[in-house]
């Protein structure tokens, strides 16, 4: 082979930016259930993220026990009266971005977009469309998204007692920041 | 008759100390449980790679002492971690930490041996170890 044809191919494929998947295992989701009789706040700081650039596919895993309260109490219902967490240990969701590639991952940014796909949550699957930011500093690339759940999409139950204490519709924010795998 | 008023009176009082008790009570403290089992990184990662379900039934909300090496640890911001490595490059054992044990990590690094106390909530990519401490 021409050396100088050896160097072109060799030129042409460092030129190609490689396919990047971005991941975190220390994704955070935060959620607001409560009224305004009372606080219903959780956190989760062990949500996997992975999401590949060239695909523009996401996917985001979280243990429903890992969810954190501030009352013992509260963190048992939780698991064993609405999401039945020995059953459906799991949330976990697969969907895709709109227009990833309108982020320049190289740029400092804060570009804003919207991920659609399918939550799977309790045993029930549903569509879902999010919108959300992923920002790019330092060569760092973060994702913020905020969004809501109707619980009762997802037979999740409210007993009568607590009709006013529990929210029918659940504020979630999901925050990753992400390394490349 | 005074005598009966009194003591259901009490016993009323007691029943509602108790239950603002219980419902204003924080979940369990892991620095005060006795740990249920005691295994290295990578058993634990084995038996859940085997058989995930076999291995929630046995560890699913327990308190376990995992001995590992440290792969991965991140000691700033709100989420203090230390992922345990495994023989498997792809899962491993992820201990997330009480926010106030972030000072006692900076004495650790990659390559560390280290004992770490806490409760199982599953397995995602890696299994996953929640309000952890490390034991001394």
Redo the contacts between chains.
Sequence with gaps: MKPSFLLCILLMTSLQSPAQKYFT??G?INFKAGTDLEDIDAIN??V?AIFDVASGQIEF???Q??F??????M?EHYNENYMES?KF??AVFKGKFDNLSSVDFKKDGNYPLTVSGQLEMHGVKKEINVPGTITIKGGNVSSEATFQVKVAHYNIEIPGAVKDKISPVVDIKVTCEYKVM | MKKIFLFVGLAFLVGVLYGLY???????DTHDLTSNFKITAQQLTKEYDENEDAA?KKY??KIIEVDGVIGEI?TDG??P?I?LSSMDPLSGV?C?FYSDEAKSLTAFKIGDSVVIKGKC??????V?L??CVIQH
Excluded: H, W
């Design positions: 295992k220390t955070i700081k062990s996997t895993a979280c243990l026990k890992g954190e309260f501030k009352r013992g109490l963190q020995t240990p799991k | 219980m419902y204003y009570k924080k979940p369990p929630n699913l909300d991140i709100e989420n971690t992922s992820s997330s909530t599953g397995k995602l990519m890696d996953v929640n309000n």
